[in-house]
Each structure stands twice: as C-alpha cells, then as structure tokens.
T-cell receptor, first 115, second 113 residues
C-alpha cells in the first residue's frame, strides 16, 4: 500500500541538539498526525494537525501542517535520551467525510542519541 | 483510563494453521482499526469498523483474512491457512466517533514458521 515519504530515514544526534524531520506526499491530506514508536510497543500519538498552515506545539515538540496540504514537519528542541525511537507521520486523505477513516503512514525516521 | 489492549502479545504458529488475534478498544470508542506492520515499515491499514459493521475492508490482503466485531466493542482478526509472509506485528487502534486521533495498542507479533 501507499506510504508517505519521510526524511531523513535516520538521525544520529547528541543530547541537547534540535531535530527536524519531514513528511511529504504526492496527494493532499486533510489531517496530519505524528506518532512515536518504541521497540515492542504500539505508536503513541504526539501531535495532531487539522488545518493547512497550522503550527502546533506539545512541550518540546512543534509540528506544522504544510500550506500545500502535501507535507508536514516535526521539530524536537533540546533532545533528551527518552526521545530515542522511531517517529512516524500519518494522515487522512480525502474523502474524509466522517472523521473516522484509515490512516496512511510514513516510512519512519529513526532517532538515535549518541553519548 | 485503560488504553487499547491486544492479546496475545506474541503468537508463533506453523504454516497452514489458523490464528485469532484479539483487540479490546478504549471504552466508548466506536471506531476500531486493524493495521499490519512489517519490519522497518510504517503500519499499513487492513480494516476498520464503525460499531459492529466493517466500514472499510479494502486493506485486507486476501480472503484468508477476516475480522469481526459482533457487539461493537472487542474485535477479532482471523487468519486462515497462515503463510510465512503473514509474519508481522498486527496493531489495533480505536477512536471516538468523528475523531481523527487514533490510539494504538501494543500489537501482537505473529510469527509463522
């Protein structure tokens, strides 16, 4: 099935650094969601975006819904060890008439913190 | 409150066998989704229920896969004549009616030998 393109595929950073990752699609999306997945666990919702151009923060995390509706960005400031994991973008494509539709996921960005 | 729960957490079976995977959604969530995640990939949609009915089963790979939700709460994903290619983590998620935010369970890791 279709998967969104995420970049970078992996990141190796030092604790305290800021992180940026993005997600792109060839088609438009009505919503964008960002999830984090730890080994052996299910994805955990971090941030949800509902309108083009929207900028939303959750603690050290900030995400944006691209103005074209074909991309989204996630930034993490001042990274800490517990930020290690795989980050997935996901979204709902039109038609999304009822709010309950399948999510299309990205390929993931693996974040590693170098001691 | 309690999140989405899935049982078993791990299932090892032999090629050709039948398996059932169970999902308990968050109480009050009317929408329930099944996804499959292969190693190194993002989750891929299989099927979603609104209440008791399957509203979209377009992601089921073939007719060996079937899911039910008879009372609008617990759901069971059933796989007949399992194949080695069915090995993956099967994730369940739920959401409120009209809600865009899906909340995931820990998954069931299925290994077909």
């Amino acid at each position: 099935g279709q998967q969104l393109n995420q970049s970078p595929q992996s990141m190796f950073i030092q604790e305290g650094e800021d992180v940026s990752m993005n997600c792109t699609s060839s088609s438009i999306f009505n919503t964008w969601l960002w999830y984090k997945q730890d080994p052996g666990e299910g994805p955990v919702l971090l941030i949800a975006l509902y309108k083009a151009g929207e900028l939303t923060s959750n603690g050290r995390l900030t995400a944006q819904f691209g103005i074209t509706r074909k991309d989204s960005f996630l930034n993490i400031s001042a990274s800490i060890p517990s930020d290690v994991g795989i980050y997935f973008c996901a979204g709902h494509q039109p038609p999304d008439n009822f709010g309950n539709e399948k999510l299309t996921f990205g390929t993931g960005t693996r974040l590693t913190i170098i001691p | 409150g309690a999140g989405v729960s899935q049982t078993p957490s791990n299932k090892v079976t032999e090629k050709g066998k039948y398996v059932e995977l169970r999902c308990d959604p968050i109480s009050g969530h009317t929408a329930l989704y099944w996804y499959r995640q292969s190693l190194g990939q993002g989750p891929e949609f299989l099927i979603y229920f609104q209440g008791t009915g399957a509203a979209d089963d377009s992601g089921l790979p073939n007719d060996r896969f079937f899911a039910v939700r008879p009372e609008g709460s617990v759901s069971t994903l059933k796989i007949q004549r399992t194949e080695r290619g069915d090995s993956a983590v099967y994730l369940c998620a739920s959401s409120l009616w009209g809600g865009h935010e899906q909340f995931f369970g820990p998954g069931t890791r299925l290994t077909v030998l």
